[in-house]
């Protein structure tokens, strides 16, 4: 079931993205920084902060943004929403996640007048673009990051891959 995290989850949320960025660094060597409590918490109270609950664990998170100008730039003007920081817990891998998130995301889209569904990652795993894909996005090509202040490390100096979901 997918609904809005709660303040209450901000340990088992911040336990995920630890697990999901020593996870990334074994197979992409890409590992995500420390996440910002209060980024997350901010995320939270204004309700961009999601979770898949499972046997009443947390089992997967993700956020949403309704701007991403950094990574889209003039596409950042289209009607989307932006899906950011997916961590599953390594317990529930394999359950198909991704593709939950991508029918709520349908569904959720139009209930804010958005025609788009766009995420990006680390570009160059290609097991991961194809999984993407899978799921219904189209891969739009890589993007070499230029303007990256106030963003989390992981973007400095990075290469992204960027994905969109038309809705």
Known sequence: MIVNTSLQDIEAVLGLYKMASDFKKTVSGV???EFDQNMIETEIRENRHFKITVDEQVACVWSITFDDHQVWE??????AIYIHRIATNPNFRGQKFVEQIVEWAKQFAPKHNKLYVRMDTTAGNQRLTDYYVKCGFTYL???K???TEGRPDH???ATMGLFQLEV
């Not at 003039?74 to 009607?79: G, H, I, R, V, Y």
């Open 141 to 143: 090509g890589d993007k």
């Open 145 to 147: 990051m230029t303007d």
């Open 31 to 33: 590992q995500w920084p």
């Open 155 to 157: 973007y400095h100096n």
């Open 74 to 79: 003039e596409k950042n003007d289209d009607p």
